[in-house]
T-cell receptor, first 117, second 116 residues
Framework: GAVVSQHPSWVICKSGTSVKIECRSL??????MFWYRQFPKQSLMLMAT?????????EQGVEKDKFLINHASLTLSTLTVTSAHPEDSSFYIC?????????????FGNGTRLTVT | AQKITQTQPGMFVQEKEAVTLDCTYD???????LFWYKQPSSGEMIFLIYQGSYDQQNATEGRYSLNFQKARKSANLVISASQLGDSAMYFC?????????????FGPGTRLSVLP
């Protein structure tokens, strides 16, 4: 149980275009999802917390107008990288909590490798 | 301040031997959860094991066990009988109930290489 699906797994786009990444909880409802960015050989960096039906909460230093997050349903959150530039190339990974109790782990999607040329 | 510290950027272990990956954490909350995740080169994050701050016994999950020393604020992961497929990045993470959104804080990770 607690499967999170992320799509696409990789994408190459030209500088200036926008890219949308989808994150779905397949067998559970996720009122909260988290978006992370990971640079090579580094840990996960939280970008934003996505809340169903309300605005996302962005971490300090993350441009909300560049990384648009929409959480329109209990099973889907999307991250749109707008006007992508080569420095946006990275590994983006979403996650959702399996429950609200303390021992509920985060369940992750398989990540999206974004390359901006 | 760093909440999760993993002091070993890289570790090597011989196949079939045991290995310990270190993790220390910092929190003032008496209630918290500690998690270990494995990230293979393909990128997915795989949940391995959980330890609650009030748990009396060390967590075990197959070949994974957690050496939880609460007073020292350490939660080391022990992998027994290492296999080649254990080669991956390993992240220690903490969840605090009073942290907004009950989010997780991840350590910098340890890259484990299992040698044949």
């Amino acid at each position: 149980g607690a499967v999170v699906s992320q799509h696409p797994s990789w994408v190459i786009c030209k500088s200036g275009t926008s890219v949308k990444i989808e994150c779905r909880s397949l067998d559970f409802q996720a009122t909260t999802m988290f978006w992370y960015r990971q640079f090579p050989k580094q840990s996960l960096m939280l970008m934003a917390t996505s809340n169903e039906g309300s605005k996302a909460t962005y971490e300090q230093g993350v441009e909300k107008d560049k990384f648009l997050i929409n959480h329109a349903s209990l099973t889907l959150s999307t991250l749109t990288v707008t006007s992508a530039h080569p420095e946006d190339s990275s590994f983006y990974i979403c996650s959702a909590r399996g429950g609200t109790v303390l021992n509920s782990p985060l369940h992750f999607g398989n990540g999206t490798r974004l390359t901006v040329t | 301040a760093q909440k999760i510290t993993q002091t070993q950027p890289g570790m090597f272990v011989q196949e079939k031997e045991a290995v310990t990956l270190d993790c220390t954490y910092d929190t003032s909350d008496p209630s918290y959860g500690l998690f270990w995740y494995k990230q293979p080169s393909s990128g997915e994050m795989i949940f391995l094991i959980y330890q609650g701050s009030y748990d009396q016994q060390n967590a075990t999950e197959g070949r994974y066990s957690l050496n939880f020393q609460k007073a020292r604020k350490s939660a080391n992961l022990v992998i027994s009988a290492s296999q080649l497929g254990d080669s991956a990045m390993y992240f220690c993470a903490m969840r605090e109930p009073n942290f907004y959104g009950q989010n997780f804080v991840f350590g910098p990770g340890t890259r484990l290489s299992v040698l044949p």
